[in-house]
């Protein structure tokens, strides 16, 4: 676990949440100790999962974690995005695979709202065909 051997994990304990829902701290309890790990995104990379906001129960001797989200709190990983980029997808693609079912628009408003807004991206339900994420996206 990260540099922190606790054995079989046996228990996993959320101990509190941030304001956005997110594990902010999480006991890790195993046949060999105990660690608490107290960092939103390092609790996310100690579980391996893409956010540190989900839930755990315990099933047949093991946890399922169900989360939502990939980590920032907006749907889209900028690391995964940028890999996607550098592997040749355009912004088009690369949208559709983050929030599927939609259609881009341009909107950017008229006279003084183009200079003191930024532009609004309003989005429409389409069938947008899933793209798969490049190996290394996260």
């Known amino acids: 676990m990260r540099g922190r051997d606790v054995g079989e994990v046996e228990g996993l304990v ?16 195993g046949r060999e100790g105990r660690t ?12 391996g999962t893409p956010s540190p906001r989900f839930e755990i ?6 946890f399922l974690l169900s989360g939502w989200g990939m980590g920032h709190g907006v ?17 088009e693609e690369i949208l559709g695979y983050y929030y599927r079912g939609i259609e881009l628009t341009e909107d950017y408003g008229r006279g003084e709202a183009r200079a003191l807004a930024a532009p609004e991206l309003k989005v429409k339900m389409a069938d947008v065909a899933p793209v798969e994420v490049p190996a290394g996206g996260s």
């Open 14 to 29: 959320v101990k509190g949440h941030t304001s956005t829902g997110r594990v902010r701290e999480l006991e890790v309890v």
């Open 75 to 91: 749907g889209l990983s900028q690391h995964g995005a940028l890999g996607m980029a550098r592997a040749g997808y355009g912004y």
């Open 57 to 62: 129960e315990s099933v047949d001797g093991g």
């Open 36 to 47: 608490t790990v107290r960092v939103p995104e390092e609790v996310r990379a100690v579980l």
